[in-house]
């Protein structure tokens, strides 16, 4: 065997991730991001699109096939409640956290002399259209628009409908098994080109935005990586080693393939496909892990309630208002629910923070001040958001495991 087929993809995940960001300093340094922008994104874009177009059938493969194999509607429901209380508790932790740097750091952020801010509101959802808007009323349009939690919800009615029917279901399971074994090879064929699609995603993102990472958002910038880093090492770390007995160092170098794709592509729908192979490597389930990682790229945001926590107090704090104890409850309660109707692809963060800032009263325009450096922000709150799931999915399957085994005994 040649050497180069011994590198593992990870591995060749983190060499482009690298390669990437040094040419994208070269392209800074030498005066030329756009042309990073013309001619090495479009190639990321192939990337992402590839991504995209598989991962639909693949959850909705992955999911029917899930709720099938479980064979009982109340085994669904036992996995199904656990994954939305693990996930809505770690959010509400998350905010937790952003919010406590966040005041630790004020000091740090600057009082803003300016008025003549814009921002201008995109359709925010409140948590009633969240609500309404799980439920599809057409069955090819969520698949056409790629409309996840829409996607899970046909995928749970026609499991259910499938383990009702019994016998006459059997034939669409056989097709639905079938095309989900299909659609995860050709995923596997794209995601050979991980390394490739890494570099050409990270490489215009550091050319355009480099330099801002040393401009007067550093502070904020800094504030929010280190509460992700916080949360993800003391939240996942003690979940998975509590309820999973697994090694956190485990955890997160099994985890780190998905998390340098969440980062170079700040999609936590595009990272799904890989993260549904690290998770499974790391002990979740199949089954289970191909129910929780779908619905958690749609719900389970923990980086962007985090982003949304420290920039609710930053925007504060630009405008020369100090949040009560009160507000920052609202906030908590606001980012947790934000963060469900957040999309998980890139940039849908910042357009719930209105939400969140709305919640409080704070001026909607601030978002301005934010927007410049949102990728930045995006990219770390992105491989929060995937981390998160594949920990719950490694929890919830070793949960599953010890009642099974109880039941036995
Ligand atoms: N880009 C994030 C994700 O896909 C969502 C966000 O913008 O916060 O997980």
Redesign the pocket.
């Known amino acids: 065997m040649s050497k180069k087929k011994k590198l593992s993809l990870a591995a060749q995940i983190f060499i482009g991730l690298f390669l990437g960001i040094i040419a994208g300093f070269i392209f800074l340094a030498a005066g030329k991001a756009e042309w990073a922008v013309a001619y090495v994104k479009p190639f990321g874009t192939i990337f992402l699109n590839l991504i995209k177009f598989i991962v639909v059938p693949i959850v909705l493969c992955s999911i029917i096939g899930g709720v099938i194999s479980m064979k009982d509607i109340r085994k669904v429901g036992s996995i199904g409640w656990k994954t939305v209380v693990y996930y809505l508790f770690t959010t509400a932790f998350a905010v937790i956290i952003g919010l406590i740097f966040a005041n630790l750091f004020k000091g740090t952020f600057q009082v803003l002399q300016t008025s003549d801010l814009e921002y201008e509101v995109a359709q925010t959802t409140n948590f009633m259209d969240t609500l309404v808007n799980i439920f599809p009323s057409n069955i090819i349009q969520p698949l056409a628009n790629a409309s996840m939690l829409q996607v899970i919800v046909i995928a749970l009615f026609f499991g259910f409908g499938i383990i009702l029917a019994g016998e006459k279901g059997e034939p669409l399971a056989k097709v639905i098994v079938s095309l989900s074994d299909v659609s995860m090879i050709i995923m596997e064929l794209i995601l050979k080109l991980s390394p490739i699609g890494v570099f050409c995603l990270i490489t215009p993102v550091v050319a355009e935005n480099g330099a801002k990472i040393l401009g007067s958002l550093a502070m904020v910038l800094l504030t929010a990586y280190i509460s992700y880093v916080v949360h993800a090492v003391v939240v996942y770390s003690a979940s998975v080693k509590t309820m999973a007995g697994l090694s956190p160092v485990k955890f997160f170098k099994g985890m780190a393939p998905a998390m340098a794709m969440a980062f170079s592509s700040?999609?936590?729908?595009g990272t799904l496909p890989l993260n549904l192979e690290c998770a499974e490597k790391l002990g979740a389930k199949r089954d289970i892990a191909s129910f929780v990682l779908p619905l958690g790229a749609t719900i389970n945001?923990d980086?962007?309630a985090i982003?949304q926590g420290v920039c609710a107090v930053f925007i504060a704090t630009c405008f020369g208002i100090d949040l009560t104890l009160t507000e920052m409850m609202t906030i908590v309660l606001t980012a947790t629910l934000a963060s469900i109707g957040?999309?998980?692809?890139?940039?849908?963060?910042?357009i719930m923070l209105a939400m969140v800032l709305q919640s409080v009263g704070l001026p909607v325009e601030g978002i301005a001040l934010v927007a410049g450096v949102d990728r930045i922000f995006?990219m770390g709150?992105?491989v929060v958001?995937?981390t998160g799931d594949s920990a719950c999915a490694v929890v919830v399957s070793s949960l599953e495991d010890r009642k099974q085994e109880k039941k036995k005994k």
């Open positions: 700040a999609s936590s729908v945001m980086g962007t982003y957040t999309a998980g692809v890139p940039g849908s963060g910042m995006d709150r992105t958001n995937i």
